[in-house]
């Protein structure tokens, strides 16, 4: 049977399953659903329209899935989806979606999510992604896999940050950060590219040859954005081994709609 404290509050209607355990004085309503393996901790509050997936581990005095901090928001049937195997520290906030942007706030896999870390409506979290303590995400920000954050940050509405990025300590995160670079500061400016998290996840080096060529004619030659995508575009012919990680930065800032810090 599943693990329930006795002080705690769990609706009958939630679905649970049997290996959940949950925590004293935590609170969990009716629509909410949690997966095998996962743990959650003394006086949490889980609520909303909420799915958890296996392996998670939450932390005391979190809340999740509470209605967003919109003033539009009327009590739409919204979503927070949190994948599996994360760890989400305490007094950690996630908040479900608004209509008419999708509707659905979301947190992928593998992610190491520090304590009083705010996920605001629609922001879409990818995976093993590390939130150091009180990084806070405003709405519709998105994080792409292995993006790294550092304490104290603030990422403004609707900016995305690429995969492999990294920002430092107590940043304002106002634009675009394109990925595998490293950025810090208020005002925001890209130091140069996150070749440690790079060479730990085993990049070989060809790859960081064609990342560091890329932060050069992004930020390091004068060139205009147009003049450095069109040097991007060349690389993968000269580096074949990087064609991925090339096409990615093309992915991104074709797609970036906040413009790039540079």
Known sequence: MTQ???????????????????????VIGPHVQIGAGTTIGAHCVIEGRTTIG????????????????DKKY????????????????????????????GGVTSVGNDN??????????????????????????AGHVHLADWVTVGGLTGIHQFVSIGAHAMVGFASAVSQDVPPFMLVDGNPLAVRGFNVVGLRRRDFSAQRL????????????????LEEARAGIATLTAEMPEAAGDVALMESFLASSTRGIAR
Not at 77 to 97: A, M, S, W, Y
Not at 118 to 132: K, Y
Request: charged share 15%; hydrophobic share 40%.
């Open 4 to 26: 329930v404290h006795s002080t705690a509050l769990v609706d009958p209607q939630a679905q649970l399953d049997a290996s959940v355990s949950v925590g004293p004085y935590t």
């Open 54 to 69: 296996r392996d998670n581990r939450i932390f005391q005095f979190s809340s999740l899935g509470a209605i967003p901090q």
């Open 74 to 101: 009327a009590g739409e049937p919204t979503k927070l989806v949190i994948g599996d195997r994360n760890v989400i520290r305490e007094f950690c906030t996630f908040n479900l979606g608004v209509p008419g942007a």
């Open 112 to 137: 190491w999510i520090m304590a009083y870390t705010h996920i605001a409506h629609d922001c879409h979290v990818d995976n093993h992604t590390t939130l150091a303590n009180q990084t806070t995400l």
């Open 209 to 224: 040859a064609a990342v560091k060529q890329m932060h050069k004619l992004l930020y390091r030659q004068g060139k205009t």
